[in-house]
């Protein structure tokens, strides 16, 4: 019998798993595949039964020796602790009645699946012990009323290089619950991104309340990381997470990038393909006196002009914002600027926000708060432009071949599927609807990129055709 756990993050308390894997390497890698994704969503792992929540056996049916050992450990973790998980091999085995074994042998077992079923196990999981976080949501100010947001991560997961945050935006109290700016170790950063990657994740999205200021709190300080210095900056950080990701063909995507001058640097990663050319750059306005009134970090900073320098030096480069409508003080003249800010930037995917006070916001002390219904209006028509915008950009892609990354194929995707381009961060992009494949051989899989031809742009999503 072998262990396999990981630790965990930094949640004061986070709902423990008890993890046991049996059997062979195939099984441990099943084994070191759920244990991430626990791990990437704050789960905590232990080795034990006591004191966890519930407990997964990953068992193994192979010989009878093998299917005993697997029995009696459930049966023991059953004493022990009662809330068990199995998977694995055993888990798909039928008994002569053709009944399932091991519930036929541990009726009180909540879940029971085969092997390679990271999804299903994670799905038993959160059935039986809520989820302790939503990394992605957990970033967002709640203000802005998009908590509702649900990530399910499976093939791709989140990285979060730092907590915290050294900046004081007016409308938000981030700071004030979650202090100052806390980079993570390169070093362990690297390797946490290492084993998602061993563990199949395509896909790596980089997260932070500031990513652009990864490494200022410890004044960049030079780590390690495979024997080898590394700075604990963002372009270090992001060139060797390129370099990771190339082995495995997974992406790197970066998300809560600000405009500074230091993000220059990384535009030629992603014209070479190293990352993802994609930036998720929360704006919230436009108007430099706005800018201003709300102390968002690089206000000074030629927002327009930087990403048209951006774009030059990296034409495939789709950007994602945020935005807040009616901001306190907020003129019809600002807001236009706004509107045009969008068109000229030709932000492919933009999110906006009606401003609502928080309560402890330095913002609500602003003068020149404005109606409610004005605000709305203007949320209103800020989507109107931004789709307008968004949707011309979907149209230029219309003929072209894209790699698309599978997030659902029933059926291996003999009716379809849906995926996303590099385009697409998930759940706050859109997706590509895929077509069923032509080649009667080819078949489409959840967590592997297909290429595919697009042949039409609906709304916020393309259509293509897989190749
Ligand atoms: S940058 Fe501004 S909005 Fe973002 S977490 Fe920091 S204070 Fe809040």
Avoid at 242 to 255: D, N, S, Y
Avoid at 267 to 283: E, N
């Amino acid at each position: 019998m072998s262990d396999a756990t990981v630790p965990t993050g930094s949640t004061p308390h986070p709902p423990t798993v008890g993890f046991v894997s049996l059997g062979c390497p195939k099984a441990l890698t099943d084994s070191e595949l759920i244990l991430t994704q626990l791990s990437a969503q704050g789960y905590q792992t232990s080795k034990t039964f006591q004191g966890a929540d519930l407990v997964i056996v990953n068992t193994c049916g192979f010989i009878d020796d093998a299917v005993k050992e697997s029995l009696d450990t459930i049966g023991e973790a059953l004493a022990e602790n009662g809330r068990v998980i199995v998977t694995g091999c055993l888990g798909a085995k039928t008994g002569a009645d053709g009944s399932n074994m091991v519930r036929s042998m541990h009726p009180k077992v909540l879940a029971v699946t085969g092997p390679h079923a990271t999804q299903e196990v994670m799905d038993a999981v959160h059935a039986h012990l809520p989820k302790p976080h939503d990394p992605f949501v957990d970033l967002v100010p709640n203000a802005f009323g998009i908590a509702g947001i649900k990530l399910t991560p499976r093939h791709y997961a989140y990285l979060k290089i730092s907590e915290g945050c050294n900046h004081r935006c007016t409308f938000c109290i981030i700071p004030s619950m979650r202090g100052d700016l806390v980079s993570r170790p390169v070093g362990d950063v690297l390797s946490e991104a290492r084993a998602l990657l061993e563990g199949g994740v395509k896909e790596l999205l980089v997260i932070s309340q500031d990513t652009s200021a990864y490494g200022v709190d410890v004044k960049y300080r030079t780590g390690f990381w495979d024997g080898k210095p590394v700075k604990t900056r963002m372009l270090e950080l992001v060139q060797a997470l390129g370099e990771l990701a190339q082995p495995f063909g997974a992406w790197v995507r970066l998300h809560y990038v600000y405009p500074y001058p230091s993000v220059d640097d990384i535009l030629p990663l992603m014209a070479s393909g190293a990352i993802l050319p994609y930036l998720d750059v929360p704006l919230q306005h436009s108007h430099p006196d706005v800018l201003r009134r709300m102390k968002r970090p690089a206000s000074g900073e030629k927002n327009l002009e930087r990403i048209q320098q951006w774009r030059a030096a990296c034409p495939e480069l789709v950007i994602r914002s945020t935005f807040i409508a009616g901001f306190p003080g907020e003129t019809e003249a600002e807001f236009q600027h706004l509107l045009d800010f969008v068109e000229a930037a030709e932000i492919d995917r933009a999110g906006c926000f009606a401003y609502s006070p928080v309560d402890g916001a330095a913002a609500n002390a602003l003068p020149g708060m404005l109606p409610a219904a004005l605000r709305e209006e203007r949320r209103i028509r800020f989507m109107e432009v931004a789709e307008r915008v968004s949707a011309q950009r979907l149209q230029r892609r219309v003929g072209a071949v894209m790699q698309v990354l599978v997030d659902s194929a029933p059926g291996l995707g003999k009716k379809g599927g849906v995926g996303r381009s590099y385009a697409d961060a998930p759940e706050i992009d859109g997706i590509v609807r895929l077509l069923p494949p032509e080649k009667i051989s080819k078949t489409l899989k959840v967590g592997e990129f297909t290429r595919a031809r697009i042949v039409s742009a609906q709304g916020h999503d393309l259509l293509a055709q897989p190749i």
